[in-house]
């Protein structure tokens, strides 16, 4: 699939509908991290640059197609304007005639945000009114939320098929990472899946076992897998009803070709706790009192084996309890290897998901990776296979 981005269209004196996600954390009215802000600022940018008069469409919380005040966008414009580094004005709606006036008062060399667009129920039911409002506002119509691209929303897909469409640059990033890794990606490829529970990655683990060449299981989704095999995982977080689905990975992997990577060996303790007492043991020699929170050092060398061999990795999932010391182990040493290979260019390392952002920036990794995707839903279902409704809208 290909897409259009900010090269490929005519912005000189357009109005240009930018989608972003500035969905930020805000404590006590303050912005607490602008992470989202800054990264939508190449894209603002850029449409200056080219003449365009950039109009930003956001969600904040989830209103319910309801005026709530407490989500308002407008406290967020001096967070927006001290990230994007050009004046932000406000509207109090993202559609009719308020709108409009905003629009055609906005001037050269700054960006106008408009309120919260699932104030409107249209927004969420991807209503052919309310997207036929918004792109009367636009000439051109810009998606930077890949965040918000697993969503067919107004905002996200309904404007997109009603005015000439593009890719901002975050979502040119995203895109073209993803495509590196799982779209037509150098091989080897190593999928390494982690996290707490099969049951919400089944989809994803069902697809990568058809596209990549070796798939790591570990945290304690590993538990269920190994329970599955016969082996006793004592107090482990296992989903024993899970077990017919795990054979049934299992066995389309070996169909597919793919290798299969299980924990060797596992660090168990009788207790979830930080620097609690724990031993190293074979992976089916939990004690029946313990529990395994981590993949063990022979695991671990298998890992960094499998990744010294690959070209690309692609990465959900931390390998054990990471959160609790030393049981963030198995998910550092991995993290590591697959930044050092990635630095001496060997190796295209894509990751993504809540924990595993937060488990490759404490490993001191996530620098090094080529890409990691803070993209959370959009992220988890591309990896399932499945067509994004925002991205396909951008398809030329
Ligand atoms: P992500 O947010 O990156 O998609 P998940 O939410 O699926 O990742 O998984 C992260 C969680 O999995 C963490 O809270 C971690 O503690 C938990 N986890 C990993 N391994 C184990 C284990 N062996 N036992 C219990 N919990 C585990
Ligand atoms: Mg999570």
Not at 103 to 115: F, H, Q
Not at 331 to 353: C, F, K, P, Y
């Amino acid at each position: 699939m290909g897409w259009n981005t900010l090269d490929d269209l005519d912005l000189a004196g357009k109005r240009v509908l930018v989608r972003v996600d500035i969905n930020v954390p805000v404590e006590n009215g303050a912005v607490t991290d602008d992470t989202r802000m800054r990264r939508i600022a190449p894209t603002v940018s850029d449409i200056l640059k080219a003449g365009g008069k950039p109009v930003l469409l956001a969600h904040f919380g989830r209103p319910k197609g309801k005026v709530v005040p407490e989500m308002s966008l407008r406290p967020l414009v001096p967070a927006l304007e001290a990230a994007l580094g050009v004046p932000v004005s406000f509207c109090a709606d993202c559609r009719g005639p308020a709108a409009q006036t905003a629009v055609a008062a906005l001037e050269d060399g700054a960006a106008l945000l408009l309120e919260n667009t699932r104030f409107h129920p249209g927004e969420e039911k991807n209503g052919s009114e309310l997207a036929a409002e918004i792109a009367a506002l636009g000439d051109v119509y810009c998606n930077d939320a890949f965040s918000a691209a697993h969503r067919a929303h107004a905002s996200t897909e309904g404007v997109a098929r009603l005015l000439p469409a593009c890719a901002g640059r975050l979502m040119q990033a995203e895109l073209s990472a993803l495509e590196a890794a799982l779209g037509t990606p150098d091989r080897p490829v190593v999928a390494v899946v982690g996290g707490a529970k099969v049951s919400t990655k089944l989809e994803l683990l069902g697809n990568l076992v058809e596209k990549v060449d070796h798939l790591v299981i570990g945290g304690g989704m590993a538990n269920t897998f190994l329970a599955a095999q016969g082996i006793d995982v004592g107090k482990s977080l296992c989903e024993h009803d899970m077990a017919p689905t795990a054979r049934e990975i299992l066995a389309k992997a070996q169909t597919a070709g793919c290798e299969i990577v299980l924990p060797v060996d596992v660090v168990v303790a009788r207790e979830f706790a930080a620097n609690a007492d724990n031993d190293t043991v074979a992976a089916d020699a939990c004690p029946a009192d313990a529990m395994i929170l981590d993949a063990g050092p022979a695991t671990v060398a298998k890992v960094a084996e499998v990744l010294a061999g690959a070209k690309t990795l692609i990465w959900n999932g931390p390998m054990g309890a990471f959160e609790i010391p030393p049981f963030d182990a198995a998910t550092n040493a991995a993290a590591r290897a697959a930044a050092e290979l990635t630095r001496a260019g060997q190796l295209t390392s894509v990751a993504g998901g809540g924990d595993t952002v937060a488990a490759l920036n404490q490993a001191g990794a996530a620098g090094d990776f080529t890409y990691i995707s803070t993209a959370g839903g959009a992220f988890l279902e591309w990896m399932e296979g499945k067509t994004l409704p925002g991205v396909a809208a951008l398809a030329r």
